[in-house]
């Protein structure tokens, strides 16, 4: 089983420390076995945690047992980190394992050294001053997170789960994400500066939303070549008052709804079948293989092929 080891140092963040605990926590393969095993690590006895006190259960010598080590924010980071902490944390990284740090758990991460030359993130207000103290490190505060390979880092609160989920997904796949997902009451699409993998399912509308038959239309003819027109049409209204209720509803145009219902549709193709890109374009409605590749890119964050590689199932 997958072990991923949190570390609370002193003055951890609540929330932080909690976040990758409950994502990982959710998760279930297939069959309803547990799809992590989750450890929280200290380098004492008992951390403060602003309002309570946390009595960890296992100490440094648990990470170097960890496939995968997370690293909560602290209220104010220490630089140098606590005795033993990068030593150990350098020593997981040279055996492989995978990193990453939550909202400004980047500052503990930049101490290591190990973010040097690497592109990273934290949260937006804290950006600035982690730039300065660690030049080496790019900060990038415009992206929910940042995925190096075997690093990563995470911008504030909620991003904690996008990352988490994103991790999930790159280690079981996407049902075992998705249900993860649904367990933390996250969309499995997000708006911000950086694409998520985990688009599959339709977000869904507000509460007593009344375009509901229209936005499952649109799920079911994205392969047409739709227009504005069309779909006000469809709704019984003219399109200036379509966008303006559209966008009160759901946060977003018909349009940009339609685009994302296409990329949908077209990582499910690439995912469970061996079609041609051109193929998957054809069928997920875009234009031409060329501007299907540009949307999916931009919405994505990674090529078609890259995608494919990354999720196709064993048994597409």
């Not at 997170?145 to 988490?164: E, H, K, P, R």
């Not at 999930?168 to 997000?190: C, F, Q, T």
């Not at 964050?301 to 196709?312: E, I, K, L, N, V």
Request: charge should be neutral; aromatic fraction near 8%; glycine fraction near 6%.
């Amino acid at each position: 089983m997958h072990t991923v080891a949190v570390l609370a140092l002193d003055r951890v963040i609540p929330f932080d420390l909690s976040a990758p605990i409950d994502a990982f926590g959710w998760a279930r393969l297939p069959d309803g076995r547990e799809a992590y095993r989750v450890r929280v690590c200290s380098d004492r006895e008992e951390v403060s945690a602003g309002a309570f006190t946390v009595r960890a259960p296992y100490g440094l010598d648990a990470l170097a047992e960890a496939d995968t080590i997370i690293l909560p924010g602290v209220e104010e980071p220490p630089d140098p980190l606590p005795p033993g902490v990068t030593e150990a944390l350098c020593a997981a990284a040279a055996r492989g394992t995978r990193i990453a740090s939550v909202c400004v758990g980047a500052y503990l991460f930049a101490a290591t050294g190990l973010l040097d030359g690497l592109r990273a993130t934290t949260h937006w207000i804290a950006a600035p001053d982690l730039a300065a103290r660690y030049p080496e490190v790019t900060v990038d505060p415009n992206v929910l997170y940042v995925d190096n390979g075997q690093f990563l880092t995470s911008a504030g609160a909620a991003a904690a789960l996008d990352m988490c989920l994103h991790m999930i997904r790159k280690d079981h796949g996407s049902a075992v994400a998705a249900h993860a997902a649904r367990m933390s009451v996250m969309p499995l699409e997000r708006e911000g500066g950086q694409a998520q993998f985990i688009v599959h399912d339709r977000p869904p509308a507000p509460s007593g939303a009344t375009f509901e038959p229209l936005l499952r239309w649109l799920d079911d003819h994205c392969d047409k070549a739709l227009t504005l027109e069309d779909i006000a049409a469809r709704a019984g209204m003219s399109t200036r008052t379509l966008n303006r209720r559209f966008r009160e509803q759901t946060g977003t145009t018909p349009l940009q709804w339609l685009h994302r219902a296409r990329v949908r549709r077209a990582q499910y193709l690439l995912e469970t079948t061996a079609y041609p890109v051109e193929r998957i374009a054809e069928q997920a409605g875009f234009g031409s293989p060329t501007a299907f590749r540009e949307r999916f890119r931009r919405v994505v964050g990674t090529t078609p092929q890259g995608y494919r590689r990354a999720f196709r199932t064993d048994s597409a």
